[in-house]
C-alpha cells in the first residue's frame, strides 16, 4: 500500500525558497515515478512536476518551470520540491504522489499524503 508523508511548509517571503520532502513507504519507491502537485483554496489540484524513477528525467509546469526543481533519493524513499524564486501564487497545499508514468495528469497518481501548506507572503 502506497504510503506518502509530505513536509517542509510554512509561510515564506516572496523571492524566497523552501524545500519539500516526500518519504514513501509501503511499496517498491525506485518503481514509482514521483509528482508533485498543489492545490489552492477554491482551485482544482495542480501538477508541479514529476521525476522518472531513475531521477532522470523530469516534467514541469510552465509555472514553474525555471524556478523549481524535483528530485529523489532512492535509497531514503524520498522525492524533494526545491523551490526557488516564490511568489505570491505559489501559495497551495503542495502533495506528492506516485504514478506509472512521467505524467502531468492527477488521475494517473495515486498513494495522495495529506500535503504541506506552502503560503508565500508578499
Known amino acids: 500500500q502506497v504510503h506518502l508523508v509530505e513536509s517542509g511548509g510554512g509561510l515564506v517571503q516572496a523571492g524566497g525558497s523552501r524545500r519539500l520532502s516526500c518519504v514513501g513507504s509501503g511499496f517498491t519507491f525506485s518503481d514509482y515515478f514521483m509528482g508533485w502537485f498543489r492545490q489552492a483554496p477554491g482551485q482544482e489540484r495542480e501538477f508541479v512536476g514529476v521525476?522518472?524513477?531513475?531521477?532522470?528525467?523530469?516534467l514541469y509546469a510552465a509555472s514553474v518551470k525555471g524556478r523549481f526543481t524535483v528530485s529523489r533519493d532512492n535509497a531514503k524513499n524520498s522525492v524533494y520540491l526545491q523551490m526557488n524564486s516564490l511568489k505570491p501564487e505559489d501559495t497551495a497545499v503542495y502533495y506528492c504522489?506516485?504514478?506509472?508514468?512521467?505524467?502531468?495528469?492527477?488521475?494517473?497518481?495515486?498513494?495522495w499524503g495529506q500535503g504541506t501548506q506552502v503560503t508565500v507572503s508578499s
Open positions: 521525476t522518472s524513477r531513475s531521477g532522470g528525467d523530469t
Open positions: 504522489a506516485a504514478s506509472m508514468a512521467l505524467a502531468s495528469t492527477p488521475q494517473l497518481y495515486g498513494g
